[in-house]
Structure formats: structure tokens, C-alpha cells
């Protein structure tokens, strides 16, 4: 046996809906049954176990290390050090190659992977890393971000100095205008490491081939990339490993970043076996990265009308151990640092810096989600020291299609906000809370009130999100399209390498074929690379990007069609399986022209370029897209005992084309609960550089009763640039969702709440 | 068995022991599946009390005992999901002793009497007795929880519980009262803010010295009382909350639930 068993395979993408229908999702019932195959559900004869011993120091010096014992075990196959890496013996995002594959005589941060061991079976090689004896010299963690950020004195955490990036935004001059200020706000803001929390854990199977090379069935975000740092680090070269993603359990950026990948290769090589890793629910909150914590000091001034004149904000972010996505998270915070306003003066800097906190890289919004926090906030104080309403004062200096951001990057597309805000107050309100249902009530089935101490509170939040890669970044994304006849019917094979994470992305690629293509049957090609990359699952850029490739693919393969058609028509299309010209109508039906042959065209498609940020003012053209959010959140709080019950989450979105309602109403829906989550719950405790709830018991996710119903209103705005106008989607509602509903958590209290999440004791002191 | 066996974790439902055991918490020498012992499902009355064999689910507990035992059907319905309702039982709350326990409140304010049994015979043990540290109880290791007894509720009970989350999460506190209108007293217990689940002795003290049972609750009294119900825990700062904010909560769940409890006495009465 050479396939794993439950290892992806084509799949027929149900029914006929071309772009702006609703198909059912392939993987839809499958999930919902319990039935769908992830990544940890990979199976094949022969394998064996592979597990990761791990730091439980934040930082300390390994002295010594005794794998004897481990290795004489029966059952174990082999332990695995640094001294092993058969290749380049770091690996990192962007080029970094700053994290050891295994820890060389240091350990950064606590979970860091120390030696592998594969085994015949799982407690086998949990034993196994038991006796494993390592002699520690445990040292102060280095957890202080400021002093990693301002003190020269505070020491390194490793070879990269601090910060890992220091970017500048310049825009006017603050300076010239802070005594024209008649109002003055200033706020102190943070926000907690919020994790991704997929359900799915780290996994994937290593299987070695017999030239030398491996099959990698992995979950993962962006294979290429993954590629870029597996194949050094394991000492092949990219044609020597297949890679297949397997099914993939959520992502929302926690897969961009290397888990078990080089690791279970490592295993395979050295045994010649094949090697599983499944990671536990606890290993898995130190198996990935998480959102960057963020203190954020900003003071507006303005005039007493509400005018904002000057911005000056500083914004520091912990990366932790290592690089990551640091130098991005900066980038977008940096750019995105006082949102979608007009300040004619802004002066932002920000700050990522190294410590031994939780290793923190890409999340869902990063950089954007923390900085939206702050500047909405400031938005809602501002509002109230002019005496103007929340809606008004954001109106008064929404930016709009021709304004410039901070970065002097000029909006080109529309930018309805001052409409959009209009739209959500105008939104009808829920209902009266209805206390005779304790489910309705803040605490819920816990029966903390029947009504009493229960105040309602309404808030509005907007955020404005890059999509796709910025900064220079040519995150180009490639699609393989075979059109052919089978069984009789004309029939496209789309392959692409481009991940999907649960977000629908394999849907939306049928729905173009279709509309494309004018057929009705697409299958879709387990993504690997076989073909080039398509970049990564995040930044909100699969839909616009891969989509893209598709469409533009299908192009190619249309025109392919069209020539093989004779009388050199100019007027073709394909309608309904048929080849239609204009001033002749129906010509042919496809499966006709084609005959026994097949059309494949493989395209690559690009974002219109952007530009870096100058490294002294930030100033650029660094986004490729621009997506606006505006939530209006409706809470009910127990005043006396400060728990929350999110009432109702409305939310106006512009999308520039609906591709597939039904994903994107879920997209919305995910990104909502998300922001709520980090509004009232979600953080990863840490103290002295060391977590405190790495678990589902006491790191909380919202479930059913604390999201609430939410009342959609998307707007289709084209984005001239992007292929159908469409706008990505997945993000934006991440970060507005989160100040909204602490924003309606002020109103029903009165307080002030700097820090997210908000806590009971927060609104009880 | 248990006797021969010591070491032997019994297993009822399994959602805490599977918890722990796949967490690598606890690798017990034996696991003692109880789920073989029929008698272990069910309730009877017997002497006008209810005794509850240790696997009866919370969810049996909801659907078929809610009229007679309130307060722990309150607290069985905070228990975690669904899924954990179906499998989760009073004694394996009982048998894991942690403070943080839901169905702890509600068995001290109600007066509960746990049954154990060993090869040795059987020993009836007052709730009030049986916790007597950080998931430490008085079951000795040779011994097996076997039900408790409740005597069906002789006035109204509440049992409120704080978490961060609306749904499906564990107590950062919890606060169960039971009204004894026959013997002119009120009973209480206190989850997740001391080493063990506890009741309030003082408070209960002064509700039975304090409380005019022919009258509206007194404000006064009812501020007392959630202050002596807060000043018997000994709560901690943890992940889940801060000692600060755990005294605080207890305070106002007091007042509430006995508001609530005597509102509905007041009204029964008033019929």
C-alpha cells in the first residue's frame, strides 16, 4: 500500500451553481456527520507513532541531554536531537529561519521542541520522551515587551536583535497642529493573546518513498511555503517531496507557521517508516502560534465639532521567541494603525519585538484586529468629549473613495462608510429583553439573575482590513484547469495547491468553472504540489486570488475551445454546455469540439503590485484591497455580578460581488464569533512566560448561547482591480466585531474597559 | 474488588476520568467499570427520601427527579453539554471531590447523605462530611460510592453559578439555598471558592436566628447574609477568576437566590 488510507481524493463538487449561486459545500455533510476525513484521521500500514518532547521552560540552557534510555526502549524506533536535522537546522516565515527545528542548547519559550521519537504506538513514545533525561539551567524568562522594545540594556532573546521591526507612519505633521487641538483624547489599550482554537489538531503522516524522497499528507495554509523550509531542513529538494494537503481542521493563520511537518519527515528518513503525529488538544496550544498581545497608547486631538486634526499612536506587539509573522503583523497594524479615518496628521509607530511570551504570528486580522481595537475605541471617547453620538463622530471623519490612508496610499475603490454606518443605526433594534427564559439572560443556564442588575448597551465598531499580501509582496496564486469529456459530458478538472482550511474555497473554484466554462460538472483536484503555489489561506485572499487563477485559466481554456471551432468566429461564449455565437446562435455542443481530446492551460495570476512602507514615514502604496466592516452590537450586562449576553450582532459589510452567499454569510457569521470571542473571552493566560489554560476547559470559545443571531447587510461595491469587483471577506468582521460589542459593554455600564477580553471582575470593581 | 484493588479508578461516566487519564493527569493502575452495575442506574423512595443510585446521569436527574430535588437539577443542568449530561453522574462529582463540582452546592444545602459501601459494609456519610480537601473525600480506598439520599425538597431551592461563558463552563463560583420552612432554616453550599465545596455556617446561623418567616425579607438581612455567605469562602486568584471578584459574586448570588427562594415561599403561602 503506497496511499494512506482516508488520504484526499478528486472530488465531484455538488450541484450546478455557477458564480452567485449557493452550491452545498463537498465537505459540508460529510463534517457534519462526523464523517469527513482530516488530517489526523490519516492511516496507513506500517506506520509508527511520532511525538515531540517538549520545553517546560520558557527559557533555560539545556546542560545536558540523555536520549539512552529512550532509545533502549522496546518498541521505540528512534530519538531524534538537533544533532539529526539533516539539513539546515532553523526554519521561519518570510526568509527568517530564526526557529530551531529542534532546540539547540537553549530552550526560548515554554513548549519549544526539544528531540522526536517514533514508536510502535502512542503511549509507547509518550514514555519514551519520559525518559528522556535533560539537566536544565533555568533562566529569568525575558517577558517585559517594553524593555524589549526601549531598554538597550534588556538582553536578547536571540541572535535577531530587538525589535524585530520598528515601522514609522509620517503623515502631516502632528507636531504643527497638537495646539489647534480644542478636544484632546488619550487611551491606554490592550489586548490579550487570543488563540486560533481550531478544532482540528496538528497532524499529518510522513510516508518515504523509494527514491529517497517523501509523501507529506499534512493540514496546512500554504504547502509552497511550507516547501521553501522543509526541503532545506530535511536536505531534499522540492521534487523529492510530495505534498498533498489533508483535510484541515480551521486555520485562521495557526497553519502558517511549521508544526509537525519537518519533524514527521525527519522520523520517516531516519526509520525508513512511515510516521504519524497527531497532536493533543494541550500539546496543540504549544504546537502553533497565536495572535500578537498588544499595548497601544493613542491620543487624538480634534475640534470641538468633532473634526480629528492629529493622530499619534504607538503600538507594541509581542512576538515572542521568534520572528513568525512579526514583521506583517507590524506592517498591517502599522498601516491600518488609525483605521478607515481622515486624520490629516498622523504619527504611528509600532513595534513588534522577541521575548520569551508564547511564540505569536498570524491570526485572523493580525495586526489589524489590535490596532481597531484601539482606534475604535478612541473614536467612542472622542465622540463623547465633543458631546456627538458614535455613529456621527466616525461619520464626520469616515474616509471615503480619493481619501488617503495613513500611508498616503490614496483609496481607490469605493468606500462607503459614512453610508454604511448610516445603515447599521438604521437597522431596526431586537426585541426588549424577554427574562422569562433564563437562556436569554447574561449567565444563562447558570442562573446567575432572573432579570436583575441587567442593563442593555448598544455600540458600533468599523474595520478596515488589507486583503491579500501587502508590502511589495507578489503572493501570485496558479490554477490548472483540464477541460475534457467524460462518461459523455463535458467535464473540467481544476487543480490548484491552494488550501482549504474550511472556509468553502473548493465551492467557489466550481462556481467559476461553471460560469466560465458554461458547464455543469467540475471536479476538484486534491491540492498538492503538482502544480505551483496559490499562495496562502489567509489575509482574506483565496477567493480573490485562486478564484482569480481559476477564472483566468478557464479563459485560456475557453479561447484553446474557441480556435478548434471553424469560421473564426468573434462572437463565441459558452452557454449551457453549448458553444453559442452571437449573430448565430447555438454552434455546436462542447463535448462535440472536443472529441476525445482534452484542453488543459495552466495560468498564473497577480494582484495589481503594491509598494513597501518607506522605512522612515511608511509611506506606500502597500495594499493590494481594502475591506470595510461596520458592526452595531446590542449586549444585555449583569451589572452586579459583570457578565455579558451578546444580544444581537448586526453587521454591514461591502463585498464588492457575492460569489457564493451561503459561504459568505458563514464567513461573516465565523469572524463575528471571533471578535466576540476576544471581546469577552477568549486569552491565553500567561505568567512568567508560562500558560495557564492551555486547554478547552479554561481557554473559553463562544458557544451557541453566547453568539447571537445576527442580521447581515452586504453591499456589492466593485472593486475595479479584483476579478468579478469581489472583496475578500473572511476578516474585516473580525476586527470590528470586537470593539462594537465592548463599545455596547461601556454604554450599558458606564466604564471605561482598556483591555480585551473583558472580564467579570473588569466590570465589578 | 475495589478492596482487592485499591489503586483501581472506578469509571461511571467517564467524563472526567477519560478527561485525565487522556491528558496523562492520572494513569491509574486499574480502571473499575461500574457501568456493569445495573442497581448503580436508578433511584427509589424509600422512607419518604430519595436514594439516587451513583449512576443516575444528570440527565435523568432533569428529566425525572427536577420537582423533587430543584436544587440539583438546577446545577445538573450547568453541567458542561449535552453530550456530558448524558454520560456525567452525581457520584463521579462525587468521587472526583473537586471544589468546583456543580452538584456539591446543592447536595450541602439539601441536606444529602452519601452512601458508600466496601466489602466491609456500608457507611452513611453527610454531605458536610464527605469533602475534606482539594479533591480529597472521606471514601476510603477500599470503598465505592454506592447513592445518595435526599429527601425530596420541603420548600423552594436555587442554585446559580458564574462562569464566562453563557453555556459549558466550569464554576469560577457557585452558590446553591434550600429552605427548610419546617424546621425555620436555611440551608446553603458554596462551590469553587475554597479547597472544598462548603456551606456557609455562619450565614446559616443568622438566617435561622435573623429571619422573620411570617415577613418580607428584610434588606438588611439579605445584605448580611450575602456578606457572610462571601466571608465563609476562601476563595483564590486563578485562571478562572480572582478571589476579589469570587467573594464579590457569592455575595450577590446569596441575595438573589434567597430573594427568589422567598419570593416563591411567600407566594406558596400566599395561596
Same mark, same amino acid.
Given at each position: 500500500?503506497?496511499?494512506?488510507?482516508?488520504?484526499?481524493?478528486?472530488?465531484?463538487?455538488?450541484?450546478?451553481?455557477?458564480?452567485?449561486?449557493?452550491?452545498?459545500?463537498?465537505?459540508?455533510?460529510?463534517?457534519?456527520?462526523?464523517?469527513?476525513?482530516?488530517?489526523?484521521?490519516?492511516?496507513?500500514?506500517?506506520?509508527?507513532?511520532?511525538?515531540?518532547?517538549?520545553?517546560?521552560?520558557?527559557?533555560?540552557?539545556?546542560?545536558?541531554?540523555?536520549?539512552?534510555?529512550?532509545?533502549?526502549?522496546?518498541?521505540?524506533?528512534?530519538?531524534?536531537?538537533?544533532?539529526?536535522?539533516?539539513?539546515?537546522?532553523?526554519?521561519?516565515?518570510?526568509?527568517?529561519?530564526?526557529?530551531?527545528?529542534?532546540?539547540?542548547?537553549?530552550?526560548?519559550?515554554?513548549?519549544?521542541?526539544?528531540?522526536?521519537?517514533?514508536?510502535?504506538?502512542?503511549?509507547?513514545?509518550?514514555?519514551?520522551?519520559?525518559?528522556?533525561?535533560?539537566?536544565?539551567?533555568?533562566?529569568?524568562?525575558?517577558?517585559?515587551?517594553?524593555?524589549?522594545?526601549?531598554?538597550?540594556?534588556?538582553?536578547?532573546?536571540?541572535?535577531?536583535?530587538?525589535?524585530?521591526?520598528?515601522?514609522?507612519?509620517?503623515?502631516?505633521?502632528?507636531?504643527?497642529?497638537?495646539?489647534?487641538?480644542?478636544?484632546?483624547?488619550?487611551?491606554?489599550?490592550?489586548?490579550?493573546?487570543?488563540?486560533?482554537?481550531?478544532?482540528?489538531?496538528?497532524?499529518?503522516?510522513?510516508?518515504?518513498?523509494?527514491?529517497?524522497?517523501?509523501?507529506?499528507?499534512?493540514?496546512?495554509?500554504?504547502?509552497?511555503?511550507?516547501?521553501?523550509?522543509?526541503?532545506?531542513?530535511?536536505?531534499?529538494?522540492?521534487?523529492?517531496?510530495?505534498?498533498?494537503?489533508?483535510?484541515?481542521?480551521?486555520?485562521?493563520?495557526?497553519?502558517?507557521?511549521?508544526?509537525?511537518?519537518?519533524?514527521?519527515?525527519?522520523?520517516?528518513?531516519?526509520?525508513?517508516?512511515?510516521?504519524?503525529?497527531?497532536?493533543?488538544?494541550?500539546?496543540?496550544?504549544?504546537?502553533?502560534?497565536?495572535?500578537?498581545?498588544?499595548?497601544?497608547?493613542?491620543?487624538?486631538?480634534?475640534?470641538?465639532?468633532?473634526?480629528?486634526?492629529?493622530?499619534?499612536?504607538?503600538?507594541?506587539?509581542?512576538?515572542?521567541?521568534?520572528?513568525?509573522?512579526?514583521?506583517?503583523?507590524?506592517?498591517?497594524?502599522?498601516?491600518?494603525?488609525?483605521?478607515?479615518?481622515?486624520?490629516?496628521?498622523?504619527?504611528?509607530?509600532?513595534?513588534?519585538?522577541?521575548?520569551?511570551?508564547?511564540?505569536?504570528?498570524?491570526?485572523?486580522?493580525?495586526?489589524?484586529?489590535?490596532?481597531?481595537?484601539?482606534?475604535?475605541?478612541?473614536?467612542?471617547?472622542?465622540?463623547?468629549?465633543?458631546?456627538?453620538?458614535?455613529?456621527?463622530?466616525?461619520?464626520?471623519?469616515?474616509?471615503?473613495?480619493?481619501?488617503?490612508?495613513?500611508?498616503?496610499?490614496?483609496?481607490?475603490?469605493?468606500?462607503?462608510?459614512?453610508?454604511?454606518?448610516?445603515?447599521?443605526?438604521?437597522?431596526?433594534?431586537?426585541?426588549?429583553?424577554?427574562?422569562?427564559?433564563?437562556?436569554?439572560?447574561?449567565?444563562?443556564?447558570?442562573?446567575?439573575?432572573?432579570?436583575?442588575?441587567?442593563?442593555?448597551?448598544?455600540?458600533?465598531?468599523?474595520?478596515?482590513?488589507?486583503?491579500?499580501?501587502?508590502?511589495?509582496?507578489?503572493?501570485?496564486?496558479?490554477?490548472?484547469?483540464?477541460?475534457?469529456?467524460?462518461?459523455?459530458?463535458?467535464?473540467?478538472?481544476?487543480?490548484?495547491?491552494?488550501?482549504?482550511?474550511?472556509?468553502?474555497?473548493?465551492?467557489?473554484?466550481?462556481?467559476?468553472?461553471?460560469?466560465?466554462?458554461?458547464?455543469?460538472?467540475?471536479?476538484?483536484?486534491?491540492?498538492?504540489?503538482?502544480?505551483?503555489?496559490?499562495?496562502?489561506?489567509?489575509?482574506?485572499?483565496?477567493?480573490?486570488?485562486?478564484?482569480?487563477?481559476?477564472?483566468?485559466?478557464?479563459?485560456?481554456?475557453?479561447?484553446?475551445?474557441?480556435?478548434?471551432?471553424?469560421?473564426?468566429?468573434?462572437?463565441?461564449?459558452?452557454?449551457?454546455?453549448?458553444?453559442?455565437?452571437?449573430?448565430?446562435?447555438?454552434?455546436?455542443?462542447?463535448?462535440?469540439?472536443?472529441?476525445?481530446?482534452?484542453?488543459?492551460?495552466?495560468?498564473?495570476?497577480?494582484?495589481?503590485?503594491?509598494?513597501?512602507?518607506?522605512?522612515?514615514?511608511?509611506?506606500?502604496?502597500?495594499?493590494?484591497?481594502?475591506?470595510?466592516?461596520?458592526?452595531?452590537?446590542?449586549?444585555?450586562?449583569?451589572?452586579?455580578?459583570?457578565?455579558?449576553?451578546?444580544?444581537?450582532?448586526?453587521?454591514?459589510?461591502?463585498?464588492?460581488?457575492?460569489?457564493?452567499?451561503?459561504?459568505?454569510?458563514?464567513?461573516?457569521?465565523?469572524?463575528?464569533?471571533?471578535?466576540?470571542?476576544?471581546?469577552?473571552?477568549?486569552?491565553?493566560?500567561?505568567?512568567?512566560?508560562?500558560?495557564?489554560?492551555?486547554?478547552?476547559?479554561?481557554?473559553?470559545?463562544?458557544?451557541?448561547?453566547?453568539?447571537?443571531?445576527?442580521?447581515?447587510?452586504?453591499?456589492?461595491?466593485?472593486?475595479?482591480?479584483?476579478?468579478?469587483?469581489?472583496?475578500?471577506?473572511?476578516?474585516?468582521?473580525?476586527?470590528?466585531?470586537?470593539?462594537?460589542?465592548?463599545?455596547?459593554?461601556?454604554?450599558?455600564?458606564?466604564?471605561?474597559?482598556?483591555?480585551?477580553?473583558?472580564?467579570?471582575?473588569?466590570?465589578?470593581? | 474488588?475495589?478492596?482487592?484493588?485499591?489503586?483501581?479508578?472506578?469509571?461511571?461516566?467517564?467524563?472526567?476520568?477519560?478527561?485525565?487519564?487522556?491528558?496523562?493527569?492520572?494513569?491509574?493502575?486499574?480502571?473499575?467499570?461500574?457501568?456493569?452495575?445495573?442497581?448503580?442506574?436508578?433511584?427509589?423512595?424509600?422512607?419518604?427520601?430519595?436514594?439516587?443510585?451513583?449512576?443516575?446521569?444528570?440527565?435523568?436527574?432533569?428529566?425525572?427527579?427536577?420537582?423533587?430535588?430543584?436544587? &440539583?437539577?438546577?446545577?445538573? *443542568?450547568? #453541567? +458542561?453539554?449535552?453530550?456530558?449530561?448524558?454520560?456525567? $453522574?452525581?457520584?463521579?462529582? %462525587?468521587?472526583?471531590?473537586?471544589?468546583?463540582?456543580?452538584?456539591?452546592?446543592?447536595?450541602?444545602?439539601?441536606?444529602?447523605?452519601?452512601?458508600?459501601?466496601?466489602?466491609?459494609?456500608?457507611?452513611?456519610?453527610?454531605?458536610?462530611?464527605?469533602?475534606?480537601?482539594?479533591?480529597?473525600?472521606?471514601?476510603?480506598?477500599?470503598?465505592?460510592?454506592?447513592?445518595?439520599?435526599?429527601?425530596?425538597?420541603?420548600?423552594?431551592?436555587?442554585?446559580?453559578?458564574?462562569?464566562?461563558?453563557?453555556?459549558?463552563?466550569?464554576?469560577?463560583?457557585?452558590?446553591?439555598?434550600? &429552605?427548610?420552612?419546617?424546621? *425555620?432554616? #436555611? +440551608?446553603?453550599?458554596?462551590?469553587?471558592?475554597?479547597? $472544598?465545596?462548603?456551606?456557609? %455556617?455562619?450565614?446559616?446561623?443568622?438566617?435561622?436566628?435573623?429571619?422573620?418567616?411570617?415577613?418580607?425579607?428584610?434588606?438588611?438581612?439579605?445584605?448580611?447574609?450575602?456578606?457572610?455567605?462571601?466571608?465563609?469562602?476562601?476563595?483564590?486568584?486563578?485562571?478562572?477568576?480572582?478571589?476579589?471578584?469570587?467573594?464579590?459574586?457569592?455575595?450577590?448570588?446569596?441575595?438573589?437566590?434567597?430573594?427568589?427562594?422567598?419570593?416563591?415561599?411567600?407566594?406558596?403561602?400566599?395561596?
Amino acid at each position: 500500500m503506497t496511499t494512506p488510507l482516508r488520504a484526499p481524493r478528486e472530488i465531484a463538487a455538488p450541484g450546478n451553481g455557477g458564480v452567485g449561486d449557493s452550491p452545498l459545500r463537498p465537505d459540508g455533510t460529510l463534517k457534519v456527520r462526523g464523517e469527513f476525513a482530516y488530517s489526523s484521521d490519516l492511516w496507513i500500514e506500517g506506520m509508527l507513532w511520532g511525538a515531540t518532547l517538549r520545553s517546560p521552560h520558557p527559557r533555560a540552557r539545556i546542560v545536558s541531554m540523555d536520549i539512552g534510555l529512550a532509545l533502549a526502549m522496546n518498541g521505540v524506533h528512534a530519538v531524534l536531537t538537533h544533532d539529526d536535522v539533516p539539513g539546515r537546522k532553523h526554519y521561519g516565515l518570510d526568509l527568517t529561519w530564526d526557529q530551531p527545528v529542534l532546540a539547540i542548547g537553549e530552550v526560548r519559550h515554554q513548549g519549544e521542541p526539544i528531540a522526536l521519537v517514533a514508536a510502535d504506538h502512542p503511549e509507547i513514545a509518550r514514555r519514551a520522551l519520559k525518559a528522556i533525561a535533560i539537566e536544565w539551567e533555568v533562566l529569568e524568562p525575558l517577558t517585559d515587551a517594553r524593555r524589549a522594545a526601549f531598554d538597550p540594556t534588556y538582553p536578547q532573546v536571540q541572535e535577531r536583535p530587538n525589535p524585530a521591526r520598528y515601522q514609522p507612519v509620517r503623515f502631516g505633521d502632528v507636531e504643527s497642529v497638537r495646539d489647534r487641538a480644542e478636544v484632546v483624547v488619550t487611551g491606554t489599550y490592550e489586548v490579550g493573546i487570543q488563540d486560533q482554537a481550531f478544532l482540528g489538531p496538528e497532524s499529518g503522516l510522513a510516508v518515504p518513498r523509494e527514491d529517497g524522497g517523501l509523501d507529506l499528507y499534512v493540514a496546512t495554509q500554504w504547502m509552497h511555503n511550507d516547501l521553501k523550509q522543509i526541503g532545506p531542513c530535511l536536505g531534499l529538494t522540492d521534487e523529492q517531496i510530495h505534498m498533498t494537503l489533508s483535510g484541515v481542521g480551521g486555520a485562521f493563520g495557526g497553519r502558517e507557521d511549521l508544526s509537525m511537518q519537518i519533524h514527521a519527515g525527519m522520523l520517516a528518513l531516519r526509520t525508513g517508516r512511515p510516521i504519524k503525529i497527531v497532536y493533543n488538544r494541550e500539546e496543540s496550544f504549544f504546537g502553533h502560534v497565536h495572535r500578537h498581545p498588544a499595548e497601544m497608547r493613542y491620543e487624538y486631538g480634534a475640534t470641538r465639532d468633532g473634526r480629528i486634526l492629529y493622530a499619534d499612536v504607538e503600538i507594541l506587539l509581542d512576538g515572542g521567541a521568534y520572528t513568525s509573522a512579526t514583521l506583517n503583523v507590524v506592517g498591517n497594524a502599522a498601516s491600518l494603525g488609525v483605521g478607515p479615518y481622515a486624520i490629516p496628521n498622523v504619527k504611528i509607530d509600532t513595534y513588534g519585538v522577541y521575548t520569551n511570551n508564547p511564540p505569536c504570528g498570524a491570526m485572523r486580522g493580525f495586526g489589524a484586529v489590535q490596532a481597531c481595537f484601539a482606534y475604535e475605541s478612541m473614536m467612542d471617547k472622542l465622540g463623547a468629549a465633543c458631546g456627538i453620538d458614535p455613529v456621527t463622530i466616525r461619520q464626520i471623519n469616515a474616509a471615503s473613495q480619493g481619501t488617503p490612508l495613513a500611508t498616503g496610499q490614496i483609496i481607490w475603490a469605493p468606500l462607503p462608510m459614512a453610508e454604511m454606518l448610516e445603515q447599521a443605526r438604521r437597522l431596526p433594534m431586537p426585541a426588549p429583553l424577554d427574562a422569562s427564559d433564563i437562556r436569554n439572560l447574561p449567565g444563562g443556564a447558570s442562573q446567575t439573575t432572573h432579570g436583575e442588575g441587567v442593563r442593555r448597551g448598544v455600540g458600533y465598531g468599523v474595520g478596515l482590513k488589507n486583503i491579500c499580501f501587502s508590502e511589495g509582496y507578489d503572493d501570485y496564486s496558479t490554477a490548472r484547469v483540464r477541460l475534457e469529456v467524460i462518461g459523455g459530458v463535458a467535464t473540467a478538472l481544476v487543480h490548484t495547491a491552494a488550501a482549504e482550511v474550511g472556509q468553502g474555497l473548493v465551492t467557489v473554484e466550481a462556481q467559476i468553472a461553471r460560469t466560465e466554462l458554461g458547464i455543469e460538472h467540475v471536479v476538484i483536484h486534491p491540492a498538492d504540489n503538482g502544480v505551483d503555489s496559490a499562495g496562502s489561506s489567509s489575509a482574506s485572499r483565496q477567493t480573490y486570488m485562486t478564484g482569480g487563477a481559476v477564472k483566468t485559466a478557464c479563459e485560456a481554456v475557453r479561447q484553446e475551445l474557441f480556435a478548434r471551432v471553424p469560421g473564426g468566429h468573434t462572437d463565441l461564449s459558452l452557454v449551457g454546455g453549448k458553444i453559442v455565437s452571437e449573430s448565430m446562435g447555438v454552434l455546436a455542443a462542447i463535448e462535440d469540439v472536443l472529441g476525445e481530446d482534452a484542453i488543459e492551460e495552466t495560468r498564473r495570476f497577480h494582484h495589481h503590485p503594491t509598494t513597501g512602507m518607506d522605512k522612515r514615514t511608511g509611506q506606500g502604496d502597500t495594499h493590494a484591497q481594502l475591506g470595510l466592516c461596520v458592526h452595531r452590537a446590542v449586549v444585555d450586562v449583569d451589572v452586579e455580578l459583570g457578565l455579558v449576553k451578546v444580544v444581537e450582532l448586526a453587521a454591514v459589510q461591502d463585498v464588492g460581488k457575492i460569489i457564493n452567499r451561503l459561504s459568505l454569510e458563514g464567513q461573516i457569521h465565523g469572524g463575528t464569533a471571533q471578535g466576540l470571542g476576544l471581546a469577552v473571552m477568549e486569552e491565553i493566560v500567561v505568567r512568567d512566560g508560562k500558560v495557564r489554560n492551555p486547554s478547552f476547559t479554561d481557554y473559553l470559545i463562544p458557544t451557541i448561547l453566547d453568539m447571537p443571531p445576527m442580521r447581515l447587510e452586504i453591499l456589492e461595491n466593485a472593486d475595479p482591480r479584483a476579478p468579478y469587483g469581489l472583496r475578500g471577506a473572511g476578516e474585516p468582521p473580525t476586527l470590528s466585531s470586537t470593539p462594537a460589542v465592548v463599545a455596547a459593554i461601556r454604554d450599558a455600564t458606564g466604564l471605561d474597559l482598556t483591555r480585551v477580553p473583558v472580564r467579570p471582575e473588569h466590570l465589578t470593581e | 474488588m475495589k478492596a482487592g484493588t485499591p489503586g483501581a479508578v472506578p469509571i461511571q461516566g467517564g467524563t472526567d476520568v477519560m478527561v485525565e487519564i487522556n491528558f496523562d493527569v492520572h494513569r491509574p493502575a486499574a480502571l473499575l467499570d461500574l457501568n456493569q452495575v445495573p442497581e448503580l442506574f436508578t433511584w427509589e423512595r424509600i422512607d419518604g427520601s430519595y436514594r439516587v443510585g451513583a449512576g443516575v446521569p444528570y440527565v435523568q436527574i432533569i428529566a425525572e427527579l427536577g420537582h423533587e430535588l430543584p436544587g &440539583l437539577a438546577q446545577a445538573a *443542568r450547568t #453541567v +458542561g453539554s449535552p453530550q456530558i449530561r448524558n454520560r456525567g $453522574t452525581v457520584g463521579g462529582n %462525587l468521587g472526583a471531590a473537586s471544589p468546583a463540582g456543580d452538584s456539591h452546592p446543592p447536595l450541602l444545602a439539601g441536606d444529602a447523605i452519601i452512601e458508600v459501601a466496601s466489602a466491609a459494609g456500608t457507611r452513611m456519610i453527610p454531605a458536610h462530611e464527605f469533602y475534606l480537601g482539594v479533591k480529597k473525600s472521606a471514601l476510603r480506598p477500599d470503598e465505592l460510592i454506592r447513592a445518595f439520599w435526599m429527601k425530596p425538597a420541603d420548600g423552594p431551592q436555587y442554585f446559580s453559578k458564574v462562569g464566562t461563558r453563557n453555556a459549558m463552563v466550569i464554576a469560577v463560583c457557585s452558590f446553591a439555598v434550600a &429552605l427548610h420552612p419546617s424546621e *425555620r432554616r #436555611v +440551608g446553603t453550599g458554596i462551590g469553587s471558592a475554597a479547597p $472544598t465545596p462548603r456551606r456557609a %455556617l455562619e450565614a446559616e446561623a443568622f438566617l435561622a436566628e435573623s429571619l422573620d418567616w411570617e415577613a418580607r425579607m428584610d434588606p438588611e438581612v439579605l445584605r448580611r447574609f450575602g456578606e457572610l455567605v462571601a466571608a465563609a469562602a476562601s476563595p483564590i486568584d486563578d485562571v478562572r477568576g480572582t478571589a476579589d471578584y469570587r467573594r464579590h459574586a457569592l455575595a450577590v448570588m446569596a441575595r438573589r437566590t434567597l430573594t427568589w427562594a422567598w419570593n416563591d415561599y411567600r407566594k406558596v403561602r400566599a395561596a
